[in-house]
């Protein structure tokens, strides 16, 4: 089955700070995803990416930057990190894209900001 | 911009029990339904999906997908409490590469 990590699991961010979430896969999939998920709204895709050093607009990408150095690893940053950001994100890889594959989701990363 | 409703919010049915749940898309446009589930405090796996109309059954589950009214639902037979858990209905499309949109969830509750 397919392996998506996320680290860290969870983090306690200062408003004003910087965050970085990192995501790693094992499956050789060429798309990764970043999604946050807030009570009452399902997971809403922040970036995603289908080839190495270059990543897409979601439709919330206000206020976040992604990173994809590799195949293997995509980032996503808060570079001025919000209260309104507090919230779980969920990294997700697919074979291909077009929305015709199934989306293999990491464990979540839980983020408070303070 | 593409939405996906789903209902109701929330659900609870007796063990051994009928739980049906909606999904319908606003883009007629839509090529791929699928059905996600995620329980409390995991990530979503996907547990099925459909793209075109008619019926796919797999164990206790089975989707119904209705293209003409853009609505797909989900139907869990002989429910368990193991089957507790948020249910994303999501939408895709072909055209424009990545999109996939998900809906808010039915939270389904099975008690014993």
């Known amino acids: 089955e397919a392996a998506v990590t996320q680290s860290p699991r969870s983090k306690v961010a200062v408003t004003g700070g910087k965050v970085t979430l990192s995501c790693h896969q094992t499956?050789?999939?060429?798309?990764m995803y970043w999604y946050r998920q807030d009570t009452g709204h399902g997971l809403r895709l922040i970036h995603y990416s289908y080839v190495a050093d270059s990543t897409e607009k979601g439709d919330i990408p206000d206020g976040y930057k992604a990173s994809r150095p590799s195949q293997e690893n995509f980032s996503l940053i808060l570079e001025l990190a919000s209260l309104s950001q507090t919230a779980v994100y969920f990294c997700?890889?697919?074979?291909?894209?077009?929305?015709?594959?199934?989306?293999?989701f990491g464990p979540g990363t839980r983020l408070t900001v303070l | 911009q593409q939405k996906v409703q789903q209902s109701p919010e929330s659900l609870i049915v007796p063990e051994g029990g009928m739980a049906s749940l909606n999904c319908t898309s606003s883009?007629?446009?839509?090529?791929y339904f699928w059905w996600y589930r995620q329980h409390s405090g995991k990530s979503p796996k996907m547990l099925m999906?459909?793209?075109s109309n008619g019926e796919k059954e797999e164990g206790r589950f089975t989707v119904h997908l209705n293209k003409a009214s853009l609505h797909t639902s989900l139907h869990i037979r002989d429910s368990q409490p193991s089957d507790s858990a948020l249910y994303l209905c999501?939408?895709?499309w072909g055209s424009g590469g990545y999109k996939v949109v998900f809906g808010s969830g039915t939270r389904l509750l099975v008690s014993p």
């Open positions: 883009d007629r446009n839509v090529d």
């Open positions: 999501a939408a895709s």
């Open positions: 997700a890889s697919s074979e291909s894209g077009g929305g015709y594959a199934e989306q293999f």
């Open positions: 999906s459909i793209f």
């Open positions: 499956n050789n999939h060429d798309y």
